[in-house]
């Protein structure tokens, strides 16, 4: 099985779209550093952020009275027990940019991870196919389930190298645009009420949560290639869902609660450590990890169906 990874590999670092990927992940990551670092140099420090801080408490307050969507209502009432706990506890919010808040902002960033990872899981089956090669690995004494694991195995190991590369550029450019640490400790909003957290163990717990989204698309898109043989076809549903998925899916959010059960609605368990608040009121992890193994078994039996019994001779 080791081999079998190893040459897969070696397969994706062999071919040119795996180092422009590489370096537009290392663009986009220079080109968020650069314009955090404009953005925090035309903001201005001010020593009443007490005052800031009740005037926006106010205003929240005041929004709430209004009719809003439950998703906003619960981004609205995190951010007024947050700036109360440090009114309570004398925390000044952070007024100029660091390297945790750099690295924290960054995180957004995993869905072009998540894109990257499609693009490998998508041609990885689809593209022996393509070019003919499945045949030479299906003579080969070794079955077609391990053949097609070592494929999986491979797309994982992908997508978390990529995870790696943004969180340690992220980390390093921040160092050099920001400096210092800064505030060593998170507030989060977790399950009504305000909770302090390690802030370098939040982020590198946010950061391998977000794997699991990573994970579950490049599954999808593994999934597809598999089914339709097609990359193009993989890469295109599974590009389209993994920038649109979560949009819909809050839209049918705020009118069903039955959009709680799409994949959509659970892949991102940041929402359970207060990075975000939960898309629908009253899911738990427990749920979402439910789903999330549901659509797993789902993609994978389908993956390993059509790969080991259908007939490739032609």
Do not use: C
Not at 84 to 106: G, I, T
Not at 141 to 168: A, C, D, E, H, N
């Amino acid at each position: 099985m080791f081999n079998l990874i190893r040459n897969e590999w070696m397969k994706i670092f062999k071919r040119v779209g795996t180092y422009v990927m590489l370096g537009l992940l290392v663009a986009i990551i220079g080109i968020t550093g650069a314009t955090s670092k404009y953005l925090d140099s035309q903001k201005k420090v001010s020593d009443e952020w007490k005052k800031e801080v009740q005037t926006q408490i106010a205003e929240d307050k005041e929004m709430l009275k209004g009719n809003m969507p439950g998703y906003m209502k619960e981004e609205t009432e995190k951010s007024i027990a947050i700036n109360e706990y440090r009114l309570e506890n004398d925390l000044k919010p952070y007024q100029k940019a660091n390297v945790w808040s750099y690295v924290e902002d960054n995180a957004y960033l995993v869905m072009f991870v998540g894109l990257f990872t499609i693009i490998v899981s998508a041609g990885i089956v689809a593209s022996e196919f393509t070019w003919g090669t499945i045949k030479l690995l299906l003579i080969r004494p070794i079955s077609r389930s391990k053949i097609l694991i070592s494929k999986y195995i491979t797309v994982l190991l992908y997508g978390l190298s990529q995870l790696v590369v943004l969180f340690v550029v992220s980390f390093l450019l921040g160092l050099i645009l920001f400096g210092g640490i800064g505030e060593s400790a998170h507030l989060a909003y977790v399950d009504g009420a305000v909770v302090e957290q390690n802030m370098v163990w939040y982020l590198i717990k946010t950061y391998l949560l977000k794997t699991i989204d990573v994970a579950m698309m490049a599954t999808m898109a593994f999934m597809i290639s598999a089914v339709f043989r097609s990359s193009s076809l993989a890469i295109g549903i599974s590009v389209f869902l993994l920038f649109m998925g979560s949009n819909l899916t809050s839209l049918i959010a705020m009118k069903f609660d039955w959009a709680k059960f799409s994949l959509f609605a659970n892949t991102d368990l940041t929402q359970y450590t207060g990075f975000q608040p939960p898309l629908v009121k009253g899911m738990t992890m427990g749920f979402s990890i439910t789903m999330i193994l549901v659509y797993f078994v789902i993609f994978q039996v389908l993956a390993f169906v059509f790969f080991t019994k259908r007939d490739v001779a032609s």
